[in-house]
């Protein structure tokens, strides 16, 4: 049974201020930086066997993969389909609105000209399928995004609509997941 590890990117401006990313190209603070450095050396001091790590090509992702590549020395790849999800009408506003919040649990809404949770975990999904059937002999660290990270869980673990869009891990957090 194989089994990979996930990590959000590491800390952004729209982070502090409590905005909702999504597809928005989003840099890192030097906090998120140093988070990102201090995760790769967390990963070394525990002997954290990785063979591969796949990021989201948006530039917070990539930048904290970076990081973790250069002092690790395992190799990174540009994954499109760990892209954050298109919130649409809500990117750029308060991540804890009320409207959003509420949004955030019908499955099928695209928030206006966005991607809605149905298609976004479909895409997530579908690598996390891909990834299963290599597990057994490759392990891998996603480097990504919150919203990817409640679709991960959700592919592990069964989680109610208010469970799902309420579910989160802090930046540079890093999570195991068995297949």
Known sequence: ?????FARHGQTVWNVENK???????????????QAEE??????EEGTHIDEIICSPLVRAAETARHISEATGVPMRVEQRL????????????????EFGRAKTCFADS?????????????IYGLLDDIRDEAEEKVYLLVAHNGVARAVQSYFTDMTNEEFAKYGIGNCELRKFEF
Do not use: P, W
């Open 20 to 34: 909702i990313c999504g597809v928005i190209d989003i840099e890192l603070t030097e906090k998120g930086h140093r």
């Open 111 to 123: 928030y206006g000209g966005g991607e809605s949770m149905i298609r976004f975990c479909h895409r």
């Open 39 to 44: 995760l790769a050396e967390k990963i070394l």
């Open 83 to 98: 892209t954050e999800q298109n919130f649409g009408k809500y990117e750029g506003t308060a991540r804890d609105g009320e």
């Open 1 to 5: 049974m194989g089994y990979i590890y």
